[in-house]
């Protein structure tokens, strides 16, 4: 029998086995702090297990990737080679992140399989990343990733669910959190991230980077088990179009989930590890495992903000011309962004005819090439909304007449899918965008994996249970509840396009949904917190013109806080009830709080603060806002590290403070 070897990365700079005569069988490696720490084993294929500083987290989890390569299809894999290293470092310029530039630092186990593929893990102090890699002459079919993570006890899971229940696999990745022990949970299919709370505050966040050309992770829970498995849609055979949209959909499937070139480096699958909530928002694993950018020069890339229309359904008031979608009304639009300091207006659905298919062809009433002209004149810039297998169709002549034209970026919705061809859709789009000086926000998308640091001109993805849900929920619909929960899991995957800045605000007991006059829930300063405790580089003011010229005073403070910052800290938080977020830019720091139903008195320390005097500006709740949700304050008053300053949150309130420099 052959001796096992026991490997100690934390010992080790560099070491291999590579003799036939060695083959190790157990192996241990730590995060280079040495609070991390797995083990990987060959007993029945390839095992992975992971535990902080002792106490496990994940017990024997089989990882296999089972494809047409050389011998990738052998039922049980054996470790042939090993190699470690210690200490490696990067530096990554992070643009329009919430830091500008991390400053990564991990651990590297690579492991050689007895079928040729390799296992890569990469250990970090707030996570552990592992992927797959083939080196095959020829292209392979992948006909399935397991991954079957094998829970320690039984810890709360956070899960956002399929909402569709006949074919679970296509929604728009929108959805509150089931929150249950993982020996009840549902065993209905689930996107990512999750979280599973040990208890302690001790968290393990699953998610996914660098998902090219390839589906994206599903997982389902087993709750007799307490395992959390992995789930891919398989490759799309046939594809038909609902004719509303022409959005195109999957009607039948392969029995494989990709096909890939032999030589390939799978998905990173990402096990972040967090001891304080805090941690959860600002962890930067995804951003760090995608590929660089490919985009040399990024100086054209200008996120901001933008006023948008279909939110609040076109909904001007006081006008001489009926609004909707015509020129005058984007006129309107225009000089509202321009009189406000707004970089950008959005013309959403319906510039262009949805069920043709067709976006080289706007409908009679709109004017492209006029409103354009008129926007430059302006200073603001213009966004076209459309499909994405729409613009996928006439991708080339699309980025090329419109760039031309001065449009600055596409809102591209309803892909609604996660498989390989999904993927491959988004990663054409994004590279011919670049190419022609095209951002882009994705909509009804899949969880960010890290593709803007690829690709940095995609400012933003939806995938979260924005504001929009807010125009026809149910009314037990919690909002103000999901609203300091998905910061802590949705943001560690990347920025969110929440669409916030309601001006109609109600309380739990007065909201309701009303479509063409949509209104919020929770305090006026909850809606303001939003642009502040959100990563959200290109973010809208969903609201009517209209109504922020009648609340003038909030539109000002709104406008002057910036989507992109040079530092970011959660000041304190507890996921699901309450956060504080910091955020330092050029001109000052801005900090924000939000808490769910229940009402918090805060105190805000500003030790944070350098030495010295400042002038700040404190949007706080009013004394009433717990009846009448739009009753705040607005404060001017001094600011040093010396001081404290007390606020109470209002049920489904929040603040916003503003320190200049």
């Given amino acids: 029998m052959k001796p096992i070897q026991t490997i100690l990365l934390s010992t080790c700079i560099a070491a291999s086995l590579g003799a036939a ?28 297990s992971l535990s902080r500083e002792g106490k ?78 083939t080196d095959n002459k020829e292209d392979q ?81 087993d709750s007799v088990s307490n395992i959390i498995s992995a789930r891919f849609a398989a490759y799309p055979a046939k594809t038909d179009y609902y004719p ?21 480096d799978f998905p990173w699958r990402i096990m972040a590890v967090t001891t304080d909530d805090c941690q959860m928002p600002v962890n930067n694993l995804v951003y760090t495992l995608a590929s660089p950018s490919r985009v040399t020069d990024t100086s054209w890339i200008k996120p901001g903000k933008a006023a948008w229309e279909w939110w609040n359904d076109w909904g001007l008031r006081g006008v001489d011309f009926q609004a909707g979608i015509n020129n005058d009304t984007y006129k309107y639009f225009i000089d509202f962004a321009a009189d406000n300091g707004i970089e950008y207006v959005i013309l959403d659905e319906g510039w262009y005819e949805p069920k043709s298919g067709d976006m080289l062809t706007t409908v009679p009433e709109i004017d492209l090439p006029t409103l354009t002209a008129y926007a430059k004149e302006k200073g603001v810039g213009l966004w076209l909304w459309t499909v994405f297998n729409v613009l996928d169709d006439q991708l080339e002549e699309a980025c090329k007449k419109y760039s031309e034209m001065g449009i600055k970026g596409f809102k591209v919705d309803f892909l609604d899918r996660n498989d ?47 504001m929009e849900e807010m125009k026809w929920s149910d009314p037990s619909v919690d909002m103000p509840k999901y609203d300091v929960t998905f910061p ?47 990563d959200s580089p290109f973010t809208m003011l969903a609201d009517s013109p209209s109504n922020y010229i009648d609340n003038q005073e909030t539109t000002d403070f709104i406008v002057k806080i910036p989507t992109v910052f040079s530092s970011t800290k959660v000041l304190d938080g507890k996921m699901g009830e309450y956060i504080v977020t910091l955020r330092e830019a050029p001109d000052g720091w801005y900090v924000a709080g939000q808490t769910d139903w229940t009402p918090r008195d805060y105190t805000l320390d500003l030790s944070f603060l350098p030495e010295g005097t400042y002038e700040a500006t404190l949007f706080r709740d009013g004394d009433n806002a717990a009846k009448q949700a739009r009753d705040y304050k607005a404060e001017h008053l001094t600011a040093d590290s010396s001081k404290k300053l007390p606020i109470h949150l209002a049920p489904g309130g929040g603040f916003a403070l503003r320190i200049s420099k």
């Fill in 21 to 48: 005569d060695a083959i190790a069988k157990t192996m241990e490696a730590t995060s280079p702090s040495g609070s991390l720490s797995i083990t990987v084993d060959d007993t029945e294929g390839l095992n992975m």
């Fill in 420 to 466: 390989q061809t999904a993927a491959e859709m988004t990663y054409r789009i994004a590279d011919a965008a670049a190419q022609h000086g095209l951002m882009l926000d994705l909509h009804g998308f899949y969880p960010p994996t890290g593709i803007n640091r690829t690709y940095p001109n995609i400012v933003n993805y939806e995938s979260v249970f924005g």
């Fill in 141 to 221: 079919t992948i006909y399935s990733e397991v991954a079957t993570y094998r829970l320690a006890g039984d810890p709360i899971l956070y899960m956002a669910h399929s909402t569709n229940d006949k074919n679970p696999e296509a929604m728009a990745f929108q959805n509150f959190y089931s929150v249950t022990p993982a020996s009840s949970a549902s065993p209905t299919l689930a996107f990512l991230p999750i979280v599973a709370d040990f208890g302690d505050r001790l968290k393990l966040s699953l998610m996914e980077s660098d998902v090219e050309g390839y589906p994206g992770m599903f997982v389902t829970a």
């Fill in 244 to 264: 509303w949209r022409k959005q195109e959909y999957v009607t039948e499937r392969e029995s494989f989930i990709a096909k890939t070139p032999g030589r390939k």
């Fill in 488 to 534: 802590f899991i949705r943001m560690m995957a990347g920025p969110v396009d929440f669409t916030p800045g309601a001006m109609l605000n109600a309380s739990k007991a007065d909201w309701k949904a009303v479509y063409s006059s949509p209104m919020s829930q929770g305090t006026r300063c909850h809606q303001i917190a939003n642009y502040i405790v959100q």
């Fill in 56 to 133: 496990p987290l994940l017990r024997q989890s089989h990882i296999t990737l089972k494809s047409s390569g050389n011998k990738s299809i052998t039922k049980h894999p054996k470790i042939a080679k090993t190699s470690l290293k210690k200490g490696l470092k990067e530096k990554i310029s992070a643009p329009f992140h919430h830091t500008p530039e991390i400053n990564a630092e991990w651990n590297e186990l690579k492991v050689r399989l007895s079928n040729g593929q390799t296992v890569t893990f990469r250990l970090f102090d707030d996570g552990v990343a592992y992927r797959f890699s």
